[in-house]
């Protein structure tokens, strides 16, 4: 079994501090991005050193701290300045903007790292009682400002790392269910569980670098979620420790006892409480599984494809269609084939061009991997198959699936490599009805690739579908574009919101699996509805009455907008092409 010891990711990007992307095997990555962003040389601008970094200094609460060194151990409370840094973001766009430039407004005071559910039931009293701010953190990989450090009151703010609660305590084989504690990270759990011969079957694109506990407290979805389900339908009891109290739900698979208070701490982003334990689904391992690689003519016929298979009742446990502009950078990432693979790929490119009369600049990609016993798996793939080619798609056969394998948790490093270049690179995700999927997509790329024009840059916008519902999908769009000098974050904000702006107009919701944060929160009322956030508020005053829990996230202040960063001076400077 690994070593469980916790290695947080780099203070200024994605990843291990020993690891970095490189584009050495990829040689047509920097010319594809070169020529669509309209950028000129190879230019590098690397992040501050970490002896350049200057942090706030810490604030002092006394009584909270005594009480803490009361009943932790030493090495449990940290105000070092590498782990202050470590704790001060998660890793959104700004957050990564601002810590490469050294600028770092805010950080926790102390972080504090507890081993039991007991020293979290010590530490929430103690922030109860000696009003500090807590922010429970599982790998620090949030995307969209869950970990904001910032309170309107000035408090004491302290960095509730997980990361030694990460056992599995108990795997049910007959039930199928798990106990597990939450700090515990994707690989070292999954590692685990195969132990037991089982899988919780969730892998996030950050799979490796982010934990359990924050999957369910921001709602995650994995890249298998069409079998699985997202982490909220894995979840069948839990444990979460608030300054009312301690949330204990039982462990049966279904009740109706009242309104879902198991619902309600799931995805509730650390404002209510702390999780300190969770029971999860299971399943068998698989004995078969393969990855595959389609291609289609256009976006239309595989989401058409996929349509039909969620309506037949067999769809693959990753299913995950490219648009256009993904297909073309997922073709730049990819290794040169060389030798026999080459001629076999040319050939292939004649037979598509030539005899299937696919447009290049228009044909998609898709990504599936079948699995299951033996009956199970070659049925899922034969019948899967024959719905691909009735929509016109062609199979590339298990290399396509090989490269996914490989590169599947890399994507997430590519943007230090942009932001090394002086481009913003970052998505915005969503999900709607299959009868609305096609207009949000179409409406959503043209007002982000607008949004990016008013800026004065040249605009690249891609999106893929990697997660399906009997009654919809997710759409996740990715966007970049050359920084505006001096101007780089009200032209992130400006593009930022056209995407946010569009999932609202054209039928969307806020996040599909990334959560609020501060970074979706001047649209949650547009989403929830002005009673539904009263709704949240009314639970976070009962559970935690002096707001000590991860303050300024879910519920928007009187000016969201103002308060995310946008003012209406840039937006109206950038619409007048300025």
Same mark, same amino acid.
């Given at each position: 079994m690994a070593d469980p010891t916790v290695r947080h990711m780099k203070w200024w990007g994605w990843g291990d501090e020993d690891v970095t992307f490189s584009d050495?095997? $990829? !040689?047509? /990555?920097? +010319?594809?991005?070169?020529?669509?962003?309209?950028?000129?040389?190879?230019?590098?601008?690397? !992040?501050?050193?970490?002896?350049?970094? =200057?942090? +706030?200094?810490? $604030?002092?609460? #006394? +009584?909270?701290?005594?009480?803490?060194?009361?009943?932790?151990?030493? =090495?449990?409370?940290? #105000? *070092?300045?590498?782990?202050? /840094?470590?704790?001060?973001?998660?890793?959104a766009f700004r957050d990564l903007f601002r810590l490469r430039r050294g600028q770092v407004d805010f950080a926790p005071d102390l972080v504090v790292y507890p081993a039991s559910e007991e020293d979290v039931v010590a530490i929430v009293k103690a922030a109860h009682e000696h009003n500090a701010v807590l922010i429970p953190l599982g790998g620090g990989s949030n995307i969209a400002g869950c970990l904001d450090p910032k309170d309107r009151d000035n408090r004491f703010i302290v960095s509730l790392d997980m990361c030694r609660m990460n056992r599995v305590l108990e795997v049910d084989k007959k039930s199928l269910i798990a106990r597990i504690q939450p700090g515990v990270y994707g690989p070292h759990m999954e590692e685990q569980l195969e132990a037991e011969g089982v899988t919780l079957g969730h892998f996030p694109d950050s799979f490796v670098h982010s934990t359990l506990g924050g999957w369910v407290a921001t709602r995650s979805a994995g890249m298998q979620s069409d079998k699985y389900g997202k982490i909220e339908d894995m979840v069948i009891a839990l444990r979460m420790v608030t300054p009312s109290g301690t949330i204990v739900t039982r462990t049966v698979p279904n009740s109706s006892n009242g309104i879902d208070v198991r619902r309600l701490c799931v995805g509730s982003e650390g404002i209510l409480g702390v999780i300190t334990e969770l029971t999860m689904q299971v399943h068998r391992l698989p004995e078969y $599984? @393969?990855?595959?690689?389609?291609?289609?003519?256009?976006?239309?016929?595989?989401?058409?494809?996929?349509?039909?298979?969620?309506?037949?009742?067999?769809? !693959?446990?990753i299913t995950r269609l490219n648009d256009p502009g993904k297909t073309a950078l997922s073709a730049a990432f990819k290794k040169p084939d060389t030798g026999l693979k080459a001629q076999i790929s040319s050939a292939l490119k004649w037979y598509l061009r030539t005899i299937k009369g696919f447009d290049f600049t228009q044909c998609c990609m898709m990504t599936t991997a079948c699995e299951g016993d033996y009956d199970t798996f070659h049925q899922q793939r034969r019948e899967s198959a024959y %719905?691909?080619?009735?929509?016109?798609? @062609?199979?590339?056969?298990?290399? !396509?699936?090989?490269?996914f394998q490989e590169a599947k948790y890399d994507f997430p490093h590519v943007r230090d490599y942009l932001m090394d270049r002086g481009v913003m690179g970052d998505?915005?995700?969503?999900? *709607?009805?299959?009868?609305? /999927?096609?207009?949000?997509?179409?409406?959503?790329?043209?007002?982000?690739?607008?949004? %990016?024009r008013d800026t004065g840059a040249d605009p690249w916008v891609g999106c893929h579908i990697s997660h399906n519902y009997h009654t919809g999908a997710s759409l996740y769009f990715t966007f970049g574009c050359r920084q505006i000098e001096g101007r780089e974050l009200d032209q992130y904000l400006y593009v930022k919101k056209a995407a946010e702006d569009s999932f609202m107009e054209h039928g969307g919701t806020v996040s599909h699996h990334h959560a609020v944060g501060s970074e979706h929160l001047p649209w949650i009322e547009a989403d929830l509805s002005p009673t539904g956030v009263k709704a949240v508020a009314a639970l976070k005053d009962g559970l935690d009455p002096k707001g000590v829990m991860n303050p300024g996230k879910i519920i928007p202040g009187e000016h969201p907008l103002a308060e995310w960063g946008l003012t209406e001076e840039a937006i109206q400077s950038f619409k007048k092409g300025n």
């Open positions: 050495a095997d $990829k !040689p047509k /990555l920097w +010319p594809y991005l070169k020529g669509e962003l309209g950028l000129a040389d190879d230019h590098r601008t690397p !992040p501050v050193s970490f002896e350049e970094i =200057d942090l +706030p200094t810490a $604030k002092t609460n #006394a +009584p909270f701290t005594t009480a803490l060194e009361a009943v932790l151990e030493a =090495d449990q409370l940290s #105000a *070092t300045k590498k782990d202050r /840094l470590v704790h001060a973001a998660g890793k $599984k @393969v990855f595959e690689g389609w291609l289609f003519p256009d976006f239309e016929s595989g989401v058409a494809a996929i349509h039909e298979c969620m309506r037949m009742g067999i769809m !693959p446990v %719905i691909f080619k009735r929509h016109r798609g @062609v199979c590339l056969g298990e290399g !396509p699936g090989r490269s998505v915005s995700e969503t999900a *709607t009805t299959w009868d609305n /999927l096609l207009t949000l997509y179409t409406h959503t790329l043209q007002n982000i690739r607008q949004a %990016i």
